[in-house]
């Protein structure tokens, strides 16, 4: 759990990236085309970023006047969402004051993610936690919202907009930092020798992959250990893999056709670098040093490889599931007119190093592959996640 290595290694936003964003007008959302992207400024902020040392008890902000409660998610079939979900329930628990109204699956379409919302307002919804999938079409729904009282907090992705004018605020973790810390580690990994290194993203032009390899780019160009370090990617273009296992499959093995030397691939999914593993293996390839955030099934497949193939290193930040119990206390604190100075803006941990002894990567064989060991959760609950 997070718990176990919390704090170990959060680290700051790249400086470059600080000054760029202050020469610029940056603006955040997804772009259909990267150079239109310009990293969006609540991640280079400093005043909204924190680490996981930060963080408080939800007990802090119950109060006492009884309080409507919600979760309305865009999409909520994957593994993620129904860890986040059993985390938001969780929190939830420990006030006796919040009541927890139905869950919202948009099922990934923006209509009824919006109808869910206002369906939620509509049953007295008080604090109102949610991942805006639909991006900025969601924000004139969540003005509403929040101008109607409720104390409304998207997190993760952002959907644009401007806090205490379109919703309360906005959580989630710091993607540029992602980025530079496993260039990072990549790099030492590597040692003097380098290599060449590919970055996965996820769907296409979406902010976090886009947020993220401004985060790489900007590590490898400016610590002098990333000197012999090559990014195949066209610049500041994440290769599309969807976050799915076997997109990214298909992907690497067209990638590993095109590339005769792979030696690292960084990537933000633990769950989609299952794929890109087999695909190393069916083309006979050696595994490369290795980056995502943690899943149960990346860990198992290091532990399964690691004696045959000793150059294969991983390394994984947390999958931050719990990221959403920080949005629910700050709509629960702002409902309840409570002062909240917990963070914003999360620099997430290292939670598994392969190179680090006290960070080995954990392989639960009583769990699915899909797990997020990380989640504040325990093992029983994590196993009745995905029955």
């Avoid at 805006?132 to 409720?150: C, N």
């Avoid at 719990?322 to 700050?330: F, G, Q």
Wanted: aromatic residues 6%.
């Amino acid at each position: 759990m997070i718990s176990r290595s919390i704090a170990r290694r959060a680290l700051a936003v790249p400086a470059a990236l600080l000054m760029a964003c202050a020469a610029v007008s940056c603006a955040g959302g997804p772009f259909s085309e990267p150079a239109a992207f310009q990293v969006d400024p609540v991640y280079l902020d400093p005043k909204l970023s924190g680490s996981v040392d930060q963080l408080k008890p939800i007990t802090d902000f119950c109060g006492e006047r009884p309080i409507k409660v919600a979760l309305a998610d865009g999409v909520g079939d994957n593994a993620f969402r129904k860890t986040a979900r059993a985390e938001f329930e969780d929190e939830v628990s420990k006030c006796p004051n919040l009541e927890l109204l139905p869950y919202a699956d948009g099922q990934g379409n923006p209509q009824k993610a919006i109808s869910d919302i206002k369906a939620l307002v509509a049953l007295g919804v008080d604090a109102l936690v949610v991942f805006p999938d639909a991006g900025p079409a969601l924000l004139p729904t969540l003005r509403e919202a929040f101008e109607a009282g409720v104390a409304v907090v998207p997190y993760t992705a952002s959907p644009g907009g401007t806090p205490g004018v379109d919703y309360t605020t906005f959580v989630g973790h710091n993607t540029v930092t992602d980025g530079g810390v496993w260039a990072r580690w990549v790099c030492t990994a590597l040692g003097t020798e380098g290599g060449n290194a590919v970055f996965l993203g996820g769907t296409p032009g979406n902010a976090q992959s886009l947020s993220e390899i401004h985060g790489i780019e900007d590590e490898l160009a400016n610590n002098p250990d990333c000197k012999n370090v090559t990014l195949l990617n066209e610049p500041g273009t994440p290769i599309d893999t969807g976050w799915n296992p076997a997109q990214t499959q298909r992907v690497v093995a067209g990638l590993l056709a095109k590339h005769p030397k792979i030696d690292a691939v960084i990537t933000d999914s633990g769950d989609g670098s299952l794929g890109g593993i087999r695909a190393f293996l069916q083309a006979g390839r050696p595994l490369p040093v290795w980056t995502a955030n943690d899943n149960n099934g990346f860990a198992c497949a290091y532990v399964d490889n690691k004696a045959k193939q000793p150059q294969f290193q991983i390394v994984a930040v947390t999958s931050r599931t719990w990221i959403v119990r920080l949005a629910l206390r700050k709509a629960v604190a702002a409902a309840q007119g409570i002062p909240e100075p917990e963070p914003d803006i999360v620099n997430v941990p290292i939670v598994w190093d392969s190179l680090d002894p006290e960070l080995p990567p954990r392989c639960e064989r009583d769990l699915p592959s899909s797990a997020v060991t990380s989640a504040e959760l325990s093992t029983d609950k994590l196993a009745e996640i995905y029955r």
